[in-house]
């Protein structure tokens, strides 16, 4: 059983479930034709699924989400090592990362919670004393996040949620359409790393419109045209439920994942190892400054 499991419901009757293991959404529970519920967030009925097998799952990710090239950076001429958990690369910070990490839960409201978490410095790889931040609020049909951090000295921070979703009631993505308002597309070598090239008009990559998978698989990064909170970033939509799950934010882009076939992820984001290429923009938060980042995800049913 899921112990310490904490609800927040909108006005208009979405129901979020999260765990202070990682600050994650554990379920997410949209109201569609009548008085029925569908769960549109991947669950389990136990802890060990999320601690031992599903640990990303809802997670937040953190303190630098995706991948880090050899396990490795430099920030002011000194070069830190991490623990290398995806080959010769770090994925989403290492097993000491945000989303395995105890978080101190504060609730505010029965629609809104603070998460909080404080990380010594190194105790994960990572330079800097942290304090991590992150709010849910459901805002009528809105699933808000936002993410806060600070740092007494310079360090990479790249934070995301890696939620999972499906909008169907079946266990497959086959129903599901998908639309991203991309600028372009990080080209990755075969370790899913940079290469420094971005890629344009690949058709593979084409989602200017909404379209079925039909046998693509994504675990790609999509550079956003206009980021913001205001302006439609990506959405996806299932016809047999008549949902639309839309994404506002202000990174500069997502990481979309279909991988494994059951479920998708819009993880808003930088782009994978851009703390090792400086052409992917800057991610290192300064000294004494606060991180700070807003994702929104918009159902319409």
């Not at 031992?52 to 430099?74: D, H, M, Q, T, V």
């Not at 949620?161 to 372009?184: M, R, T």
């Not at 956003?224 to 949902?243: G, I, M, R």
């Not at 984001?269 to 923009?281: A, E, K, L, R, V």
Request: with cysteine; glycine share 6%; net charge negative.
């Amino acid at each position: 059983m899921l112990e310490n499991l904490i609800q927040l419901q909108s006005i208009s009757g979405m129901e979020l479930k999260v765990h202070p293991l990682g600050a994650r959404i554990v379920s997410l529970k949209i109201p569609i034709v009548g008085n029925e519920k569908l769960e549109v967030h991947e669950f389990y009925e136990d802890l060990d699924s999320y601690r031992l097998n599903r640990k990303f799952s809802g997670a937040i990710i953190g303190p630098y989400a995706n991948r880090i090239s050899e396990g490795k950076f430099s920030i002011n001429r000194k070069t830190y090592k991490l623990e290398q958990n995806d080959g010769e690369n770090t994925l989403h910070s290492g097993p000491e990362g945000l989303h395995l990490q105890i978080w101190e839960a504060k609730q505010l409201s029965e629609y809104q919670i603070v998460f909080e978490m404080y990380r010594p410095h190194l105790s994960d790889g990572f330079p800097g004393n942290r304090n991590f931040r992150v709010s849910y609020a459901l805002v009528e049909d809105d699933l808000v996040i936002d993410f806060e951090a600070e740092t007494d000295v310079d360090t990479p921070i790249n934070m995301t949620s890696h939620g999972y979703f499906n909008l169907d009631k079946s266990p497959n993505l086959d129903n599901h359409q998908f639309f991203i308002s991309k600028k372009n597309v990080v080209e990755l070598n075969e370790n899913k790393i940079p290469t420094g090239k971005l890629l344009n008009a690949d058709p593979f990559f084409e989602l200017g419109s909404f379209q079925s998978l039909n046998g693509r698989i994504f675990d790609h990064h999509f550079n956003f045209k206009n980021p913001s909170v205001s302006e439609l970033c990506a959405a996806a939509y299932c016809p047999t439920t008549d949902l639309t799950m839309e994404v506002f934010t202000d990174q500069p882009g997502m990481q979309f994942y279909t991988g494994n076939g059951k479920y998708f992820c819009f993880e808003t984001q930088h782009p994978p190892n851009s703390i090792n290429q400086s052409s992917f923009g800057n991610t290192i938060l300064a000294g004494g400054q606060v991180y700070k980042q807003r994702c929104v995800y918009r159902f319409d049913y």
